[in-house]
């Protein structure tokens, strides 16, 4: 395995796992900035109102993307099982 392989392997992981983590990421950063922005208009400061947001529209993220996410998964693991003839070399 040459370090090319190793390099291109890696950065591969990385975009796999940083474009998987993207759609939880995002929703949980957009009703984040939201409930910021409700608080400080209504001076309401409580910790849970922003904390009960976040992890219920992040769940529905996961639920509403988990089929894309298995999709990118189980691509990724059958391209890694199918070249490991060519990352023995």
Request: avoid cysteine; charge should be neutral; hydrophobic fraction near 60%.
């Amino acid at each position: 395995m040459t370090p090319e392989m190793v390099i291109a392997f890696a950065r591969q992981s990385i975009e796999i796992a940083l474009l998987i983590s993207l759609p939880m990421l995002g929703v949980g950063l957009v009703v984040g900035v939201v409930v910021s922005i409700i608080q400080a208009a209504t001076q309401i400061q409580e910790m849970t109102l922003s904390f009960i947001p976040k992890i219920v529209s992040i769940f529905l993220a996961l639920l509403i993307s988990f089929p894309w996410i298995m999709d990118k998964m189980i691509t990724y693991t059958r391209d890694v099982f199918l070249n490991i003839p060519n990352y023995i070399r």
